[in-house]
Each structure stands twice: as structure tokens, then as C-alpha cells.
């Protein structure tokens, strides 16, 4: 209780400073976790941050506490449920990450986290609707093929949606792919840029090693393409029932975080991440798709095609298409029953 008062007096003094134009309020919402901390951390460092807004169940009063006192460009604030926190943590925000929800455990699929983590993120969108309808929503919460059409469908039933402003962080793929490949190669991971399109787990994960100018034998191919598609099963496998990336998440989510703010707030142009959106590249068989992006003043300013294949990778696409299309399926029905 005390904490909490406390932390509302924080968040209070925080709102009473107007934010300079050239730089956003940015909340994490799940800013105690395993991805949480790093991310929260990551950010601090940012001079496109004027006040980083932390908001969790638990623990963000001491998370604030700690990361305010970096000598960086933004004021922290914690919020915790109690005193309308998430009410001061979202309002005024330009946008808001949300690695809230549980990770896997050996064994589990990112679907088995759905009966957990979709009402997690379905209450958090309702927050956002309410508080921040304009606010770039990122979605790293599992599963994000359910959890990217859930917070879709939460705003559209609140009449905010905004299709250019909702994105599934799938840039761990492309991180992982870069590096992955740059040990192969052995070339630096600058010249390992590699894109990755389709969703974000297992088979729906489509690495296009063709385009990344390197020459491949069909072994390696093969290799490379299932440890990019089953890296997260690596880390959750040596974490051994404690959870799964959250290091290399948080680098992800703030690379993520960082190239939107600087196409929202600096204004920077041809700015391209990958990243899962609603798309018209297959749209007959799925709205969401993650290809590259280009991002601009308003989110999404181009999305891109997918560009040359081959036959190997066809393959791929036909395989992750019929998954995504169910994971999507689950997570709008799971906002629209009753
Ligand atoms: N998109 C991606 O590439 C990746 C996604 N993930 C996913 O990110 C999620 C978080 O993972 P971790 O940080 O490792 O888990 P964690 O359990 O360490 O942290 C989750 C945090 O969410 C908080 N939380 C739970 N319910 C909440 C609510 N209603 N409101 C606000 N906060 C709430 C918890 O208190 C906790 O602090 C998992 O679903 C995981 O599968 C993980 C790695 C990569
Ligand atoms: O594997 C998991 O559950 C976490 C995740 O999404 C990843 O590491 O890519």
C-alpha cells in the first residue's frame, strides 16, 4: 500500500513535466519480468525517451526506483494495479511494449502459454483502447500469431483500431538468423542480414537464406533454417524450467522499440524492421504476416513483398500459412466469444 501510494506520487510529478516534442512516453507493460528488466534497462538509454512508464502486478516501485537514478534523458515512473496504475502508467503514452504474460517451461509449445497469456494481453489492450487508443502497441507477449490478433480485435470493439499501429515483435527471429548465420559464414552479423517473414513460433518462423546473398549448401540450409525456427526451444531447453530468452529478447524488443522511435519521433525515413502486421501480402489466406517493414510517422509506412524465393522456401510458406491461420483464428475468437 505504501509502496504503491508512493509510486502514484512518483507518477504524479511525472505527468506534471510535459514531455518534450522530440522525444515519447514509452511504457513496458510486465516491466518486472524476465524480458521486463532488460528492455526497461535498454531503454533508459534512449534520447528519444522522455519518461519511461513501468507497469506490472508486482515489483515496479523497486524496478523504477533503481533504473531512475541512471544519469539518462527520461524520468521513470513504477505503477503497480492499485490507485489506477495502469491509468497513469498509459495515459499520455506514444507507446507501449508489452512483454507481459508466462514463458514456456521444456515441453511446451508458445500455443500451451494461449490459456494464460490471452486474457493477459486481451485486459492490457482494453487499457491501452481506453487510455492510449493513438499509442504504437508492440506485442512480445506468446503466442504473438494469437496474442497480435487478440489486441486487434480488443481495439476494434473499442472503436480505435488502427492497423498501422499494431505490431508483433518477431525481431528475435532476424537476430538469432543474423547470428546463427554469421557463425557459419564466419562473416561479421552486419553482413549477416538475414529476413525473416511468416509468424513467430516453430514451422510459421520462414528464414530467407536465399536472399542474403550468401551461397548455401543444401545441408547447411536445412540446418540453419530449424535452429532459426526451434531457437527459442534451445534457451528453454538450457534454462531448464525457468523460463525462456529473456536477454536476448529485451536486446530484440529495444532494437524493435528504438528503430520505431526513431521513425515516429525523429522523423527518420526508410527505416525497415520485419515484423508481424496486419498485411495484405496473403491476404487471402491470412491477415497477419510478418515481412519487412518500412516505418514511418504513423507506424507502418510500406510493407514489403516477399521478394524472390525458391523452391525450398515456397515449401516453407505452404507449411507455416495453414498454423497461422489457426493461431489468428484462436485469437479473434477468443476476444469476440459470447
Ligand atoms: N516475441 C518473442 O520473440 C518472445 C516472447 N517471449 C514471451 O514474453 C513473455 C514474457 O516472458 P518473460 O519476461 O520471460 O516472463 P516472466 O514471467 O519473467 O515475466 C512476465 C512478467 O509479466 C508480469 N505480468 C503477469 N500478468 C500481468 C498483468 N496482467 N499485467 C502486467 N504484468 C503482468 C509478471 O508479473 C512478470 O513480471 C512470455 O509470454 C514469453 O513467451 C519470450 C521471448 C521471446
Ligand atoms: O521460445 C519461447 O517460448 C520464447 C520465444 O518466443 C523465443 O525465444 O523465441
Excluded: W
Aim: net charge positive; hydrophobic share 40%.
Amino acid at each position: 500500500m505504501f509502496a504503491s501510494r508512493q509510486i502514484s506520487s512518483i507518477a504524479k510529478r511525472a505527468f506534471s513535466t510535459s514531455a518534450s516534442s522530440n522525444a515519447a512516453k514509452v511504457a513496458v507493460l510486465g516491466a518486472s519480468g524476465g524480458i521486463g528488466q532488460p528492455l526497461s534497462l535498454l531503454l533508459k538509454q534512449s534520447k528519444l525517451i522522455s519518461h519511461l512508464s513501468l507497469y506490472d502486478i508486482v515489483n515496479t516501485p523497486g524496478v523504477a526506483a533503481d533504473l531512475s537514478h541512471i544519469n539518462s534523458n527520461s524520468k521513470v515512473t513504477g505503477h503497480i494495479p492499485d490507485n489506477d496504475g495502469i491509468k497513469e502508467a498509459l495515459v499520455g503514452c506514444d507507446i507501449v511494449v508489452i512483454p507481459a504474460g508466462v514463458p514456456r517451461k521444456p515441453g511446451m509449445t508458445r500455443d500451451d502459454l494461449f490459456n494464460t497469456n490471452a486474457s493477459i494481453v486481451r485486459d492490457l489492450a482494453s487499457a491501452c483502447a481506453e487510455y492510449c487508443p493513438k499509442a504504437h502497441i508492440l506485442v512480445i507477449a506468446n503466442p504473438v500469431n494469437s496474442t497480435v490478433p487478440i489486441v486487434a480485435e480488443v481495439f476494434k470493439k473499442a472503436g480505435v483500431y488502427d492497423a498501422k499501429r499494431l505490431f508483433g515483435v518477431t525481431t528475435l527471429d532476424v537476430v538469432r538468423a543474423s547470428r546463427f548465420v554469421s557463425e557459419v559464414k564466419k562473416v561479421t552479423t552486419e553482413e549477416a542480414n538475414i529476413t525473416v517473414i511468416g509468424g513467430h513460433s516453430g514451422v510459421t518462423i520462414v528464414p530467407l537464406l536465399s536472399q542474403s546473398g550468401f551461397k548455401f549448401t543444401e545441408d547447411e540450409v536445412k540446418a540453419l533454417t530449424k535452429r532459426i525456427q526451434f531457437g527459442g526451444d534451445e534457451v528453454v531447453t538450457a534454462k531448464n524450467g525457468t523460463g525462456s530468452a529473456t536477454l536476448s529478447m529485451a536486446f530484440a524488443g529495444a532494437r524493435f522499440t528504438n528503430s520505431l522511435l526513431e521513425a515516429v519521433v525523429s522523423g527518420k525515413k526508410g527505416i525497415v524492421e520485419p515484423t508481424f502486421v496486419e498485411s495484405p501480402v496473403f491476404e487471402k489466406d491470412v491477415q497477419f504476416f510478418a515481412t519487412n517493414v518500412e516505418l514511418g510517422p504513423n507506424g507502418v509506412e510500406k510493407i514489403h513483398p516477399v521478394g524472390k524465393i525458391n523452391q525450398f522456401e515456397q515449401g516453407l510458406i505452404d507449411a507455416a500459412i495453414p498454423e497461422l491461420k489457426n493461431n489468428i483464428a484462436k485469437g479473434k475468437a477468443f476476444v469476440n466469444k459470447a
